[in-house]
């Protein structure tokens, strides 16, 4: 691989996420910290609660720079976590980001997961839904159309 297209795929996928980080920041009237924080925790505690392998086939939908924020202290032998409920998924959003949201965390959840399903797949994002119990199966919006 060259030099030039080395940097156009790192300058690729720096453009590409910071069009997410916007977006998420339209989407929660935030700053780009908060947006950040809202994107990271939420992809966490996604992460954490898929079963390893609809983590590693989500990730690979994921900008080059957004899968390695997915991948960060990832230990997949603990997964998938226990959460259930729509409140410890909440609480597990706010402990990965490492922060409590100035909006409600289903507020930041709800527009995480629009996210993805603006950018990733349909048949990726059913895959990801129909792993997840049903409680949080109501918490993804609808898929929409393209």
């Not at 998924?89 to 706010?94: A, D, H, I, P, S």
Request: proline share 5%; aromatic share 6%; hydrophobic share 40%.
């Amino acid at each position: 691989m060259t030099a030039t297209t080395a940097h156009d795929v790192f300058s690729a996928t720096v453009h590409k996420s910071e069009e997410w980080i916007h977006e998420l920041q339209r989407e929660l009237d935030c700053d780009p910290q908060q947006a950040y924080a809202a994107l990271r925790g939420t992809l966490h505690a996604l992460r954490d609660r898929l079963p390893a392998d609809q983590a590693v086939q989500l990730a690979a939908q994921l900008p080059m720079l957004v899968r390695g924020l997915f991948y960060e202290g990832w230990k997949p032998a603990a997964t998938p976590t226990r959460i259930h409920r729509q409140s410890e998924l909440c609480e597990q959003v706010c402990a990965r980001a490492g922060r409590v949201f100035d909006i409600p965390v289903e507020q930041v959840i709800e527009a995480v997961f629009k996210l993805l399903n603006r950018h990733v797949s349909a048949g990726e994002i059913c895959g990801v839904v129909s792993n997840l119990p049903q409680e949080l199966q109501r918490c993804w919006p609808e898929i929409e159309a393209r």
